[in-house]
């Protein structure tokens, strides 16, 4: 036996077609692998003054203390390639529909070939207004693949967001809302050279 942190798990919500949803996306990845179309992961995350850094090193006797302070929310909606290829949106407030929407119609601007979208079933990924644009993404190349509900670890964006909250964003970032906005800035401007993630 060995005394560790017990796990919260998802498991037991995801639906009947788990599976079947997971090995469409096991092929869809062999398919970009031969270079037959270009996978793309989307999601969006909130970032705000309330830090989201549990641990740093510190000298023992000592504390960091991180200023933290209730703020609007500058969220981020990003289509990624798990590669190099990130586009990320922002806007201050809630991300709806209506706002996602013109996001993925930009991003259309710029494809070639056939692509596909992973999304998550939030309901703004899910709404009638979204559903109507599926089919004229489509005939742009984009497609839409739904993952599996309760299954954010087969949406490869959430380790980009874990890594912008937990490790690149630094602790003056907190200091004030221009600084935050700055920091956000700074990762989306460097990411593939400065930042980057590899998962080999």
């Keep these: 036996m060995i005394w560790k942190r017990v796990r919260k798990s998802l498991k037991h919500k995801r639906p009947d077609n788990y599976e079947e949803k997971k090995l469409h996306l096991e092929e869809l990845l062999k398919l970009e692998r031969q270079g037959e179309l270009n996978l793309f992961y989307a999601d969006g995350s909130g970032f705000s003054l309330t830090p989201c850094v549990p641990y740093a090193w510190q000298e023992i ?5 991180i200023p933290s302070s209730r703020s ?4 981020l909606f990003g289509i990624w390639d798990a590669k190099t290829d990130l586009n990320l949106y922002s806007v201050e407030g809630s991300l709806t529909s209506e706002i996602v929407i013109k996001y993925i ?10 692509n596909v979208i992973i999304l998550d079933n939030a309901s703004i990924h899910v709404s009638k207004e979204f559903k109507t644009k599926v089919i004229d993404w489509k005939n742009k190349g984009l497609e839409v693949f739904y993952l599996p509900t309760y299954s954010p670890h087969l949406n490869l964006i959430e380790h980009l967001w874990r890594f912008m909250k937990y490790e690149w964003i630094e602790f003056n970032a907190y200091k004030s809302w221009n600084n935050l906005v700055e920091y956000v800035e700074n990762i989306s401007d460097n990411f593939g050279k400065k930042y980057t993630i590899n998962f080999v």
Excluded at 61 to 65: A, D, K, N, Q
Excluded at 72 to 75: A, S, Y
Excluded at 105 to 114: A, L
């Design 72 to 75: 609007k929310t500058l969220n």
């Design 105 to 114: 119609d930009d991003f259309c601007k710029n494809i070639e070939g056939r």
């Design 61 to 65: 006797g000592s504390r960091i203390e």
